[in-house]
């Protein structure tokens, strides 16, 4: 028997129970691999809430690392003993040990650690596709501004120095002042309280009027109109999650008045889809972060059984960096 978090019904924090399962042998495909550290992230609220729905009962969980287990058939990547961490889909991973597809996981480098790996994957590779792969048309340059919501954040304060090592002039957006110091000593050029300023007027006059190349929105509904004001001609809205709820409707022609922008609602979970995509750009994130060009930030831990404490202080907007449950 081994320890897992379950929801039995979509709802609070309150769901989150311990209990305990059994954890069979890998099928085709899979590997079971035994935790060291668990990553917390903002998508296990919305399948816990049911806003992302989830057949139950649920374990949620999509980031972690630890050491391979078993490996089943057909498996050539990993091998029993071998550190290793993961973005997965499906979810899973707040428990001890489970069974998962192989290709999600990939084999750590030595220079990382079990807890850094389960800070950095679904955070990282999110970072790494929306700063790399997210404007396919016109690319970013060195120089061009973009402004990235929750800076301060899992996501953010990755992004903010990746965006600082290629170049970019990111403008950071975080809910108080203290998050948007964290944003600006993680790289970020220019910060922005978006609880007590008017983010799409200063983004105006940070940029001389001209607005930036590239909004990413992961904050939704609270932030969305605002954040179109804030592109210049051409730009694009890269909306990647709905911290604050869903973004209501909007008339496809307002993007036209506004300035012929794009807009695109993009998921890690599509450029993942393969083991070669998965290796891919973790190979690029793990380079950035055993470089020192990015460092992750693991501001808070909470032991496993603590689980509903955790989700209540990220959705309270009182973390910041990385969450982990520790085992
Ligand atoms: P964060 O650590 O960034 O936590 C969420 C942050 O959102 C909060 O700290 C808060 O920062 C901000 N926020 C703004 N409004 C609200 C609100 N009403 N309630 C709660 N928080 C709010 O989380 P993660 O790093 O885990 O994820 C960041 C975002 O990226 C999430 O929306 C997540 O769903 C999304 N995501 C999307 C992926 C994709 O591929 N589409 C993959 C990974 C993450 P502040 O106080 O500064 O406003």
Redesign the pocket.
Same mark, same amino acid.
């Given at each position: 028997m081994s320890l897992a978090v379950q929801i039995r019904q979509h709802g609070g924090p309150e769901e989150l129970q311990l209990v305990d399962v059994t954890v069979g042998a890998p099928g085709p495909g899979e590997v079971r691999i035994r935790h060291h550290a668990i990553g917390?992230? +903002?998508?296990?609220?919305?399948h816990r809430t049911g806003l992302y729905p989830l057949t139950m009962p649920a374990t949620i969980g999509m980031e972690g690392a630890g050491v391979i287990e078993a490996v089943g058939e057909g498996v050539t990547h990993l091998q029993v003993g071998d550190r290793a961490a993961y =973005?997965s889909n499906p979810p899973g991973a707040y428990c001890e040990v489970r069974v998962m597809p192989a290709k999600c996981v990939c084999k750590l480098p030595d220079a990382i650690s079990f807890e850094t790996g389960a800070a950095m994957m679904?955070?990282g590779? /999110?970072a790494q596709?929306?700063l790399k792969k997210t404007l396919p048309v016109q690319g970013l340059q060195p120089g061009d501004f973009v402004l990235f @919501? =929750? =800076? &301060? %954040? $899992?996501?953010?304060l990755i992004a903010c120095q990746w965006a600082r090592a290629l170049g970019l002039q990111l403008i950071a #957006? =975080? $809910? #108080?002042d203290a998050?948007c110091q964290l944003a600006l000593a993680n790289g970020a050029a220019h910060a922005i309280n978006? *609880?007590t300023e008017d983010f799409a007027a200063r983004v105006k006059d940070i940029t001389g009027g001209q607005g930036v190349k590239v909004v990413y929105d992961?904050? $939704?509904?609270?932030?969305w109109d605002k954040s179109l004001e804030c592109l210049r001609p051409f730009g694009l809205m890269a909306? +990647?999650?709905? &911290?604050? $709820?869903p973004v209501p409707p909007f008339a496809p022609g307002s993007l036209g008045a506004k300035g012929s922008l794009y807009v695109t !609602? *993009? #998921?890690? +979970? #599509? @450029?993942i889809t393969t083991r070669e995509s998965t290796q891919a750009m973790a190979d690029e994130l793990f380079a950035v972060v055993a470089s020192g060009q990015v460092q992750i930030h693991i501001a808070q831990r909470y032991p496993l059984a603590d689980v509903q404490q955790a989700h209540r202080d990220?959705? &309270? !907007?009182?973390?910041? %960096?990385? /969450?982990l449950l520790t085992l």
């Amino acid at each position: 028997m081994s320890l897992a978090v379950q929801i039995r019904q979509h709802g609070g924090p309150e769901e989150l129970q311990l209990v305990d399962v059994t954890v069979g042998a890998p099928g085709p495909g899979e590997v079971r691999i035994r935790h060291h550290a668990i990553g917390l992230n +903002f998508i296990d609220v919305y399948h816990r809430t049911g806003l992302y729905p989830l057949t139950m009962p649920a374990t949620i969980g999509m980031e972690g690392a630890g050491v391979i287990e078993a490996v089943g058939e057909g498996v050539t990547h990993l091998q029993v003993g071998d550190r290793a961490a993961y =973005a997965s889909n499906p979810p899973g991973a707040y428990c001890e040990v489970r069974v998962m597809p192989a290709k999600c996981v990939c084999k750590l480098p030595d220079a990382i650690s079990f807890e850094t790996g389960a800070a950095m994957m679904l955070k990282g590779l /999110t970072a790494q596709y929306l700063l790399k792969k997210t404007l396919p048309v016109q690319g970013l340059q060195p120089g061009d501004f973009v402004l990235f @919501h =929750a =800076a &301060a %954040g $899992g996501v953010g304060l990755i992004a903010c120095q990746w965006a600082r090592a290629l170049g970019l002039q990111l403008i950071a #957006t =975080a $809910g #108080t002042d203290a998050k948007c110091q964290l944003a600006l000593a993680n790289g970020a050029a220019h910060a922005i309280n978006y *609880q007590t300023e008017d983010f799409a007027a200063r983004v105006k006059d940070i940029t001389g009027g001209q607005g930036v190349k590239v909004v990413y929105d992961s904050v $939704g509904k609270d932030t969305w109109d605002k954040s179109l004001e804030c592109l210049r001609p051409f730009g694009l809205m890269a909306s +990647f999650g709905n &911290a604050s $709820g869903p973004v209501p409707p909007f008339a496809p022609g307002s993007l036209g008045a506004k300035g012929s922008l794009y807009v695109t !609602r *993009q #998921t890690l +979970f #599509t @450029h993942i889809t393969t083991r070669e995509s998965t290796q891919a750009m973790a190979d690029e994130l793990f380079a950035v972060v055993a470089s020192g060009q990015v460092q992750i930030h693991i501001a808070q831990r909470y032991p496993l059984a603590d689980v509903q404490q955790a989700h209540r202080d990220l959705e &309270a !907007r009182k973390t910041t %960096g990385s /969450t982990l449950l520790t085992l």
